[in-house]
């Protein structure tokens, strides 16, 4: 899910204020769903299973919902986006469904999106920079202060990676492929599962005979790619700064304190949990907006999870490449 601010989806009639933190009294003890977490993920599953009708509580431990989403004062007379600085994730259906629009969301592109300074002490004229942002013309001329081969390059290397894009980006929207049970299960389930192969299938077909060349990008360190396309420096900085990026998973949200424990029945089955005051609140389901290991190594019980799951998640990298500073 995307950086953005939540504060208009606060509201949103009906779907996420009655689960707000600062509504009077306790909460009541039975829910369909209950969310851990308020950040900007655990709003959008709140507000989808709102809509379709399903009572959901969700649990914060912060004053504000939001999580990395969240605008502050940090510097008195300042508000600041805390963590998140780009949308480029904002899937548009969500966009569209939750009418995020007619609740006051707006976006500003940036243009130009990248500078990069140059430290450099040459007499008779000041530092040079580069600028780079939607005018193509523009950002080769910007390019070519350092390399008329890297301007030259620039288009065919954006019309690469935008292939790329176009291969990849359906695959945010599609459910994983079901390898276990085409390798595993039974014939008719096999069948079935062969559908969830089709989005790979597709963007296999897109990417082409250069799929090994994009293999590369995606496992390649991204110094190595740019090498292959460019030869001056101050190119390379901003393009791996874009790259890396994405690159990896994103930090752990602020929004891990109010439950204490997940509750799971006998059956291995999460009926509810238990907020650090003792009181328990049960539903049919219960998402978790914590970090994998939070959740299964610190909120589940861990004798009902198996030892390699439980290996696995403890190996499970969560750090981010990314350093915010405001």
Known sequence: MPAMSFQRLKQIPGI??????????KPKLKYDAVIIGGGHNGLVAAAYLQKSGVQCAVLERRHVIGG???????????????????????????????????????????DPHSFTPLLENVSGRPPRSLVLGSDMAENQRQIAQFSEKDAEAYPKYEDFMN????????????????????????????????????????????????????????????????????????????????????AFLPCPPPCQGTVEQILVDDTGRAIGVVLQDGTEIRSNVVLSN???????????????LPEDFLALISQFDAKSPVTKIN
């Open 290 to 304: 914590a970090t994998p290991h939070h959740t299964f190594l610190r909120l589940t019980p861990k004798d009902l």
């Open 68 to 110: 990395a989403a969240v605008t502050e004062e940090i510097v008195p007379g300042f508000k600041f986006s805390r963590a998140s600085y780009l949308l480029s994730l904002l899937r548009p259906q969500i966009y569209k469904d939750l009418e995020l629009k007619r609740h006051g969301l707006k976006i500003y592109f940036r």
């Open 16 to 25: 996420v204020r009655r689960a707000y933190s600062k509504t009077s009294g």
């Open 163 to 246: 292939r790329l894009v176009d291969a990849i980006d359906p695959l945010l929207d599609a459910p994983p492929a079901d390898t276990a049970t085409i390798a595993q299960g039974p014939l008719t389930k096999k069948l079935k599962a062969l559908k969830t192969l089709r989005p790979l299938l597709k963007a296999g077909v897109t990417l082409g005979s250069q799929l090994p060349k994009y293999y590369q990008v995606l496992t390649a360190p991204i110094s190595k790619i740019l090498d292959e396309w460019f030869e001056s420096e101050p190119w390379c900085n901003p393009g791996q700064q874009r790259q890396v990026r994405g």
